[in-house]
T-cell receptor
Framework: AQSVTQLDSHVSVSEGTPVLLRCNYS??????LFWYVQHPNKGLQLLLK??????LVKGINGFEAEFKKSETSFHLTKPSAHMSDAAEYFC??????????FGTGTRLKVLA | DTGVSQDPRHKITKRGQNVTFRCDPI?????LYWYRQTLGQGPEFLTY????????KSRLLSDRFSAERPKGSFSTLEIQRTEQGDSAMYLC??????????????FGAGTRLSVL
């Protein structure tokens, strides 16, 4: 079955340092992958989406993700963490034309 | 803000009671989705509507669950004879079937259900 795996349930970084949130997907000939962020008491907000146009995908708020087919990975990065980045992040993929399958989430903590 | 709206935001009920949640999608979106999110997990797909037609239901959706979208606009999710295992966040999302944002799902803030 198609799936995504988020390798870390919690990540802590200091403000101003790089962020790396890891995601692997089960192999597929043409995955549609994405990252969403969820702040407390808020809905999920799309950060970025990979649709095979380019392997490096730029998203909102300075986040980007790189699609690596050889590693079946789609890790999320940001050069410099901000306090407002503290939230839960979900990697996911589209299954068919409409259903989304999400990973279990990574809670990002940003230390002052 | 004309995003996806869900009501109520929180619902506390006793085991055995029926509950109903409402979702108002983004107005021009013809696709609507329900997901369930339990603590420590990502959202899990429950069901999908295209206009008023319910096109898929997950095996997670037992017979006690029913969803409707009568006029292809807002949707309701009803849970009958609630059980403690139904406690979760119920998320609604909508998407357009066309344009540059085609198939991107926009989520509401969710309804948090607690069954005592």
């Amino acid at each position: 079955a198609q799936s995504v795996t988020q390798l870390d349930s919690h990540v802590s970084v200091s403000e101003g340092t790089p962020v790396l949130l890891r995601c692997n997907y089960s192999s597929s000939y043409s995955p549609s992958l994405f990252w969403y962020v969820q702040h407390p008491n808020k809905g999920l907000q799309l950060l970025l989406k990979y649709t095979s146009a380019a392997t490096l995908v730029k998203g909102i708020n300075g986040f980007e993700a790189e699609f690596k087919k050889s590693e079946t990975s789609f890790h999320l990065t940001k050069p410099s963490a901000h306090m407002s980045d503290a939230a839960e992040y979900f990697c996911g993929r589209a299954s068919g034309t409409y259903k989304y399958i999400f990973g279990t989430g990574t809670r990002l903590k940003v230390l002052a | 803000d004309t995003g996806v709206s869900q009501d109520p935001r929180h619902k506390i009920t006793k085991r055995g009671q029926n509950v109903t949640f409402r979702c108002d999608p983004i107005s021009e979106h013809n696709r609507l989705y329900w997901y369930r999110q339990t603590l420590g997990q990502g959202p899990e797909f429950l069901t999908y509507f295209q206009n008023e037609a319910q096109l898929e239901k997950s095996r997670l959706l037992s017979d006690r669950f029913s969803a409707e979208r009568p006029k292809g606009s807002f949707s309701t999710l009803e849970i009958q004879r609630t059980e403690q295992g139904d406690s979760a966040m119920y998320l609604c999302a909508s998407s357009s079937g066309q344009g540059i944002a085609k198939n991107i799902q926009y989520f509401g803030a969710g309804t948090r259900l607690s069954v005592l």
